[in-house]
């Protein structure tokens, strides 16, 4: 009965430096979201994926931004030449399907010096 | 201008006292309309979902509204507990091809005894 969870919980990295994020959703969940949460402010939806694709990348900044969910589990999301200005808290959630409830992990707090 | 604004930005109440906050959102058309709490460090949790057909929901102490002409919410704390103690983001759901939500900034709450 484990929630979602992501690693690393914290990682600290330098600009330019490439990162990767994971996140295991709940077991039987379909969907899987990505959010960036600056400081002080709302999660702002990246991706959705609905099994192993993404059904909608718009929130995605720029291309230096990828997700994957290979088999429709487990979901990692990659940034490359990391930037001061991606230091956030990345949150992942999962649900059964769209327009279910999503339950939220922790979250992996970046931070890029 | 914000989708999703809500007030006031900050509030302090002394334990036992009731609060209101405030949701204004100009999201249009929306499958439903959520209340989230979130701690700090931890990912949102779901307090209340409403469809714009509903006017009211409770979950224990907590009691959101729903005015779907005027495109306001607003979420109503009963005899605040010190574990009240967050942040508490209003969320709309975007239709129709996938749950994208849309978060407000927040609203962090302080109880003290």
């Known amino acids: 009965g484990a929630g979602v969870s992501q690693t690393p919980s914290n990682k600290v990295t330098e600009k330019g430096k490439y990162v990767e994020l994971r996140c295991d959703p709940i077991?039987?969940?379909?969907?899987l979201y990505w959010y960036r949460q600056s400081l002080g402010q709302g999660p702002e939806f990246l991706i959705y994926?609905?099994?192993?694709?993404?059904?909608?990348d718009s929130g995605l900044p720029n291309d230096r931004f990828f997700a994957v969910r290979p088999e429709g589990s487990v979901s990692t999301l990659k940034i490359q030449r990391t930037e001061r200005g991606d230091s956030a808290v990345y949150l992942c959630?999962?649900?059964?399907?769209?327009?279910?409830?999503?339950?939220f992990g922790p979250g992996t707090r970046l931070t890029v010096l | 201008k914000n989708q999703v604004e809500q007030s006031p930005q900050s509030l302090i109440i002394l334990e036992g006292k009731n609060c209101t906050l405030q949701?204004?959102?100009?999201?249009?058309?929306?499958?439903?309309l959520r209340w989230y709490k979130q701690d700090t460090g931890r990912g949102p949790v779901s307090l209340t979902i409403?469809?714009?057909?509903?006017n009211t929901k409770s979950n224990g102490r907590y009691t959101a509204t729903l005015d779907a002409d005027t495109k306001q919410s607003s979420l109503h704390i009963t005899a605040s507990q010190l574990s009240d103690s967050a942040s508490y983001i209003c969320?709309?759901?975007?239709?129709?091809?996938?749950?994208?939500?849309?978060f407000g900034t927040g609203t962090r709450l302080q109880v003290f005894p």
């Open positions: 959630a999962s649900s059964f399907t769209f327009y279910n409830e999503q339950f």
């Open positions: 077991s039987g969940h379909t969907a």
């Open positions: 994926f609905q099994g192993t694709g993404a059904a909608d």
């Open positions: 949701c204004n959102y100009t999201v249009s058309p929306f499958s439903n």
């Open positions: 409403m469809t714009f057909s509903e």
């Open positions: 969320v709309v759901s975007v239709p129709p091809n996938t749950d994208k939500l849309i």
